[in-house]
């Protein structure tokens, strides 16, 4: 089989037996297909993939870095070359994973900015009060509502369907990366923004001859009724920036943005790092202790800024 046709293989599995995201299907197959490519120019269309050493996904990596990328990028390289190899491994088209021979960049830690609690409250606040905050509207709040309420991915929030809403139990269902199920508690808040935008989305989709979708479709639909109606991740990011811009926080807040704020201030709050690990989706708990460093710094910018003997 050729470089291209192992990676078309791999792709496979990844999606129909993993249960990969779509974004997750994409990022190897982008990765993978320029990798491929290199291989062959390497040792030719029909070359083996038995011959590949360690040392040639280091010059993959320096051919990266001589076009310019940065290690964020060479680092996303390699984590799907590693996967690459390992389903290679496993399939039996080579001995072993040379990419385990080649250590990732070293990236610096950025800590995203996370907005405090009063300015998250102050946004909410004056999409309560106005008075276009019913009906369609009513959905631009909930997505902030679901995003910094349940802490929930963006790609978890469009993939809501109104029967994953268990309004007895006070919880959403949600599914993550890899297809795995958790529940998430619904906030009062969330819950009152959703009856409120119930009345518009079922008239819309009535008008656009969608009545079907009303009980079982998406929680979230697109303004034009198109296709299955469900909102899509990249209008999700824009209407969140939008709100943040026109409520006075910076330009560069996005749907995760309130994923992490939800962590910072529950952890702020006094929570319970496993319960935030498991509200969240974490599979390991050290991602969820990023959100550790994050209230360490915003504690440590207070002191800074306010104490009369840290100047």
Same mark, same amino acid.
């Given at each position: 089989?050729?470089?291209?046709?192992?990676?078309?293989?791999?792709?496979?599995?990844?999606?129909?037996?993993?249960?990969?995201?779509?974004?997750?299907?994409?990022?190897?197959?982008?990765?993978?297909?320029?990798?491929?490519?290199?291989?062959?120019?390497?040792?030719?269309?029909?070359?083996?993939?038995?011959?590949?050493?360690?040392?040639?996904?280091?010059?993959?990596?320096?051919?990266?870095?001589?076009?310019?990328?940065?290690?964020?990028?060479?680092?996303?390289?390699?984590?799907?070359?590693?996967?690459?190899?390992?389903?290679?491994?496993?399939?039996?088209?080579?001995?072993?994973?040379?990419?385990?021979?080649?250590?990732?960049?070293?990236?610096?830690?950025?800590?995203?900015?996370?907005?405090?609690?009063?300015?998250?409250?102050?946004?909410?606040?004056?999409?309560?009060?106005?008075?276009?905050?019913?009906?369609?509207?009513?959905?631009?709040?909930?997505?902030?509502?679901?995003?910094?309420?349940?802490?929930?991915?963006?790609?978890?929030?469009?993939?809501?369907?109104?029967?994953?809403?268990?309004? +007895?139990?006070?919880?959403?269902?949600?599914? #993550? /990366? &890899?297809?795995?199920?958790?529940?998430? %508690? !619904?906030?009062?808040? @969330?819950?009152?923004?959703?009856?409120?935008?119930?009345?518009? +989305?079922?008239?819309?989709?009535?008008?656009? #001859? /969608? &009545?079907?979708?009303?009980?079982?479709? %998406? !929680?979230?639909?697109? @303004?034009?009724?198109?296709?299955?109606?469900?909102?899509?991740? +990249?209008?999700?990011?824009?209407?969140?920036?939008?709100?943040?811009?026109?409520?006075?926080?910076?330009?560069?807040?996005?749907?995760?943005?309130?994923?992490?704020?939800?962590?910072?201030?529950?952890?702020?709050?006094?929570?319970?790092?496993?319960?935030?690990?498991?509200?969240?989706?974490?599979?390991?708990?050290?991602?969820?202790?990023?959100?550790?460093?994050?209230?360490?710094?915003?504690?440590?910018?207070?002191?800074?800024?306010?104490?009369?003997?840290?100047?």
């Amino acid at each position: 089989m050729s470089f291209q046709d192992l990676t078309d293989e791999f792709l496979r599995v990844v999606e129909n037996e993993r249960g990969a995201s779509p974004h997750t299907i994409r990022a190897y197959r982008r990765e993978l297909k320029d990798f491929a490519a290199y291989l062959s120019e390497s040792f030719g269309e029909q070359g083996s993939i038995a011959r590949v050493e360690h040392t040639h996904i280091r010059n993959y990596l320096a051919v990266l870095f001589d076009r310019g990328l940065g290690k964020p990028s060479a680092a996303r390289a390699l984590a799907a070359i590693r996967s690459w190899f390992k389903w290679l491994a496993r399939a039996g088209h080579v001995q072993q994973n040379p990419a385990v021979l080649v250590s990732t960049p070293k990236l610096p830690k950025h800590l995203p900015r996370v907005p405090s609690v009063e300015e998250v409250n102050r946004v909410l606040d004056s999409m309560e009060g106005d008075e276009e905050a019913i009906g369609w509207a009513a959905r631009e709040r909930a997505i902030w509502e679901l995003l910094y309420g349940c802490g929930i991915r963006n790609s978890e929030l469009v993939g809501i369907d109104m029967h994953d809403i268990q309004w +007895r139990n006070e919880a959403v269902l949600i599914r #993550g /990366k &890899g297809k795995k199920e958790r529940f998430v %508690p !619904l906030g009062d808040a @969330a819950a009152e923004v959703i009856r409120a935008y119930m009345p518009e +989305r079922e008239q819309r989709l009535q008008k656009a #001859g /969608k &009545g079907a979708l009303v009980e079982d479709g %998406p !929680l979230l639909v697109n @303004a034009r009724i198109r296709g299955e109606a469900r909102l899509t991740t +990249r209008s999700i990011g824009r209407i969140v920036k939008a709100i943040a811009v026109s409520k006075g926080l910076p330009a560069d807040v996005h749907p995760h943005t309130l994923r992490h704020a939800f962590g910072a201030h529950m952890l702020e709050e006094g929570a319970d790092l496993r319960a935030i690990q498991e509200i969240l989706g974490h599979e390991r708990l050290s991602t969820t202790q990023r959100y550790t460093q994050l209230t360490v710094n915003q504690v440590q910018r207070v002191y800074d800024e306010t104490h009369p003997r840290a100047k």
